[in-house]
């Protein structure tokens, strides 16, 4: 069975802090997706990864993708209070048989001051 | 440019109902997918429609059904409305699948 287990599944950080939220999957990824979610709203996309070692950086936001160990990152720089959010990560996998467009549960973040 | 649109944003159904939400992708876009989102998880695939065909399938029961028009605007039916069936609906729209995804902003379905 195809898993995508991310963890940890809430963080509550203090602003200034860093912090790594890690996403674990059980098959071979096409590409792995990044997205963020504010409460009541829909999926923003953060970033992309397409190949093994792959290192994408946007803001205080830095992901990455270790395709040998089965294994994405997203690293939190010096955490300010707009980041709190839910963070999601997303496998793609074409090769399977059925719904391998599979999601993480989230990791619902709070940054505080 | 407009990105995904879906319709509508919120619908209130009654058990054993039939519901039809729709999702405009976003422009140059031919690959729309839907997801199933309850409150407090993940969103999970329900499937994915290509070229008017249903491409790929996540592990929903046939009550949930799909169609893809030649503008590559989609619908997703959902017969026999089950109290759990209240979720956040998300449609996706990518240019082919090997893109990125984009989001609609999705539609609360509530069954009482």
């Given at each position: 069975e195809l898993k995508v287990e991310q963890n940890p599944l809430f963080l509550s950080m203090q602003e200034g802090k860093n912090y790594t939220i890690y996403c674990n999957y059980s098959t071979t990824s096409d590409r792995l997706y990044w997205y963020r979610q504010d409460p009541g709203k829909s999926l923003e996309s953060l970033f992309v990864l397409l190949s093994n070692g792959a290192v994408k950086q946007e803001g205080r936001l830095m992901a990455s993708l270790d395709t040998k160990a089965r294994l994405s990152t997203l690293h939190i720089t010096?955490?300010?209070?707009?980041?709190?959010a839910t963070y999601f990560c997303h496998l793609v996998n074409y090769?399977?048989?059925?719904?391998?467009?599979i999601f993480g549960k989230g990791t619902k973040l709070s940054v505080k001051p | 440019d407009a990105g995904v649109t879906q319709s509508p944003t919120h619908l209130i159904k009654t058990r054993g109902q039939q519901v039809t939400l729709r999702c405009s992708p976003k422009s140059g876009h031919d690959t729309v997918s839907w997801y199933q989102q309850a409150l407090g998880q993940g969103p999970q695939f329900i499937f994915q429609y290509y070229e008017e065909e249903e491409r790929q399938r996540g592990?929903?029961?046939?009550?949930f059904s799909g169609h893809q028009f030649p503008n590559y605007s989609s619908e997703l039916n959902v017969n026999a409305?089950?109290?759990?069936?209240s979720a956040l609906y998300l449609c996706a729209s990518s240019r082919d699948r090997y893109y990125g995804y984009t989001f609609g902003s999705g539609t609360r379905l509530t069954v009482v």
């Open positions: 010096a955490a300010v209070h707009d980041l709190s090769g399977g048989s059925q719904g391998n467009l | 592990n929903f029961p046939d009550r409305l089950l109290l759990g069936d």
